[in-house]
């Protein structure tokens, strides 16, 4: 109940921050659009679940952090995430005018999703949304900057505060080539790419922005991308070199395609509704 609450709330939300405009030029390098069409299904796994590892990094209260994060019953061991492309827009755009970035070039994306479960995805636990691919790495960088100076955090890209900061889990879909796009991006101190892959460097003591969810212990999480810029893993692994939670794709195997909505620790919804819930207070 308490994650279709959440779900109901980031749709809501969604729907009165969403803005779109004729499409504009826009500075710097135009990647492309991600190979993917309506009909492509993508289906996560959660593969690793080592729950003493996982209570050494985030407490007692572990299977909290990776089900409210990452949704559904994300810390169940054979639990799996789905997703169907119903349809992409090549050529939309959004006016991030109000955090310095302008008028950007994106990809627009409407995909169903399930969340993380262990039985049958049913109908009536579907969501809709849509993701806005930034072609323009400068683009997703400027507007990070512009958001997290707004809010007195100033800095660079994370994958949180990349996540769903105003509109859309940014890095949850990219442009391609995803490892060039990645490599344009200025990171913050602790996140670099390598290749198609996003390495986080945890040091012991960093909390999500908008949560209390606090790393106890020095870890790495990586988020890995197939050509086409579809995410196709993540994991987690802690200061002994052992993964201790770990999910990845299962279908449709050789041919990827899609897209994924739930990316990282504490961002599916929490980081959004923690910047609206702000900015209220602002007002």
Sequence with gaps: MRNKKLNSILLLVISFLFVLSPIVAVRGDLYACPSTSAGDTKILEVTVVDAAGLEDIFG???????????????????????????????????????????????????????????????????????????????????????????????????????????????????????????????????????????????????????TTFTYLEDCTETWTYYDNGALIGYSLVNNESKVVYQYSIVLPGAQISGYELSIFIGVSVITMIGLVLYMKRKR
């Design 60 to 210: 007692a209260d572990w299977k909290t952090v990776l089900n409210t994060s990452f949704s559904g019953d994300a810390s169940t061991l054979g639990a799996k995430f789905k997703t169907v492309v119903q349809g992409i827009r090549t050529n939309d755009s959004i006016d991030y005018s109000f955090w310095g970035a302008g008028i950007v070039s994106v990809c627009n994306i409407t995909v169903d999703s399930w969340a993380f479960t262990t039985g049958e995805f049913l109908e009536a636990n579907k969501t809709t949304s849509q993701v806005y691919v930034i072609k323009d790495p400068a683009n997703l960088t400027a507007f990070v900057q512009g958001v997290r100076a707004f809010l007195a955090q100033p800095g660079n890209v994370t994958v949180p505060w990349a996540a769903d900061v105003a509109y859309s889990p940014y890095l949850a879909q990219l442009p391609v080539p995803p490892g060039d796009y990645l490599a344009d991006i200025i990171w913050d101190a602790g996140w670099y790419s390598a290749g198609a892959k996003i390495i986080h460097d945890v040091t012991a003591g960093y909390t999500v922005p908008f």
